[in-house]
């Protein structure tokens, strides 16, 4: 297991445990500021118990709920009170939604605080939380943002091995992305396992595969727009359905697959769906309105003058970022059910 740099400041530490002491060294930090997702409280008592500076604890509120304007400004209301200071840290506990707004909170207090994030599902340990994007919702999911990277990600694999399957499969669609976009063996490894495949190796490879992206390209200027493989389809189905991160991300990877099939000759439509299926992960939604799905894609961030950007498999391994007209889309939507 393994340390993985963005830069000189931000590191991915997977393994299994958490590493003593939890935060990096710092001469200056007087207290922690520690967020603690609902349902995550085991994981976030023994982070406490392994911080060798005074805590302060508060719960946040669950999932998306958490990346509220009004939720937020309950967190920085309470860091006032408790006076979090610009050499302290702020730790978030939780999941996808937790680190994203602990993240953006921790990038807002006092112009920017030290963030650690201690993922505790498998799709914030091999995406959310990693790379720096941070986000809270308002008029859209993720239009209000910051890049902050986190000064230390702890990957657990303990933890991820206890999770439920639910979450473990909802994970498993950001896990698969990693893979389409470059970890082939990371497809093989679902296609031959399911949701129980071993997470040891697949996780390594996922992380791999994020920071080494995001490590190239921070800001999103290129080369880190294609680990948005399957979400310009799928941000706007979660939107509009109400079905979790990972569903979502699974049914815009096939729609995606469809587009890609007729713009760049992408062959392996029937393989993009036998391995999401084999990890019991939908590949259709239905009953939802195809108007209202091109206006909330039309909405997205991933828009430019030019048209959608969407980033497209010319093979596994080979995803490329292409524009597409609402000519383009619709057919991909029509493949899932939309
Ligand atoms: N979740 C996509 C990214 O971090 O760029």
Avoid at 122 to 130: F, P
Avoid at 153 to 160: M, P, R, W
Avoid at 240 to 262: R, T
Avoid at 303 to 329: F, K, N, Y
């Amino acid at each position: 297991m393994g340390t993985h740099l963005i830069g000189d400041t931000s590191e991915v530490v997977v393994g299994r445990g958490r590493p003593r002491p939890l935060l990096p060294p710092s001469a200056t930090r007087a207290r922690v500021a520690l967020l603690v997702q609902p349902g995550a409280e085991p994981v976030g008592d023994a982070v406490a118990d392994g911080l060798d500076v005074p805590v302060e604890r508060l719960a946040l509120r669950e999932g998306e709920e958490a990346k509220t304007l009004e939720a937020v400004g309950e967190v920085y209301a309470w860091l006032a009170r408790i006076g979090l200071g610009r050499d302290d840290t702020v730790v978030v506990v939780g999941g996808g939604a937790a680190t994203d707004a602990g993240g953006f909170i921790a990038s807002t207090w006092g112009r920017g605080v030290e963030a650690v994030h201690v993922p505790t599902t498998l799709l914030g340990a091999v995406d959310a939380a990693i790379g720096g994007k941070t986000a809270i919702n308002i008029g859209g999911k993720n239009l209000v943002g910051t890049f902050w990277l986190p000064r230390r990600v702890v990957v657990d694999l303990d933890v991820l091995e206890a999770l439920p399957e639910r979450l473990r499969r909802e994970g498993a669609a950001e896990v698969i992305k990693a893979g389409f976009i470059a970890a082939p063996g990371v497809v093989d490894a679902y296609r031959r396992h399911g949701v129980d495949v071993p997470l040891e190796s697949v996780v390594e490879a996922a992380v791999a595969v994020k920071t080494r992206i995001a490590a190239s390209d921070l800001r999103e200027r290129g080369e880190r727009a294609l680990l948005n493989l399957g979400h310009t389809v799928g941000h706007a189905v979660e939107f509009a359905s109400g079905l979790s991160h990972g569903e979502s991300v699974a049914i815009g990877m096939v729609a995606e697959a469809h587009i890609a099939a007729a713009k760049l000759g992408f062959e392996g439509v029937e393989m993009v769906v036998s391995t999401l299926e084999r990890t019991g992960l939908p590949t259709r939604v239905d009953g939802l309105d195809r108007d209202r799905v091109m206006e909330l894609m039309w909405r997205d961030k991933k828009r430019d003058r030019d048209g959608l950007r969407m980033v497209l498999l010319r093979e596994v391994g080979r995803p490329e970022v292409v524009h597409v007209e609402a000519d383009d889309v619709w057919p991909g939507l029509e493949a899932v059910g939309v």
